[in-house]
């Protein structure tokens, strides 16, 4: 997942990433919201946090799934083996 893996990166960078499609996002001042310069979509900060938890959730889940289908992909490999 490139384009989460990037986003993530880029937390504590100077702007935040868009959570829809990875595009910088601005933000405006006078609405207090962020707006991404490539796919229009506007949070605010508290939105912004939000996705960006479930997003951590989500992928912390898919890598721990992923981790689970290794070893059980390992531990049966050693029962056949010598
Ligand atoms: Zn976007």
Redesign the pocket.
Known sequence: MPLLLSYLQNEGGSMPR??????K?IYNRSAKTYI??????VLTREQLDEMRESLLREYEEESRSKAKEYLEWWLGREEHGA
């Open positions: 868009c959570p829809e499609c990875g595009g996002m991404c310069t490539s796919c229009g979509l």
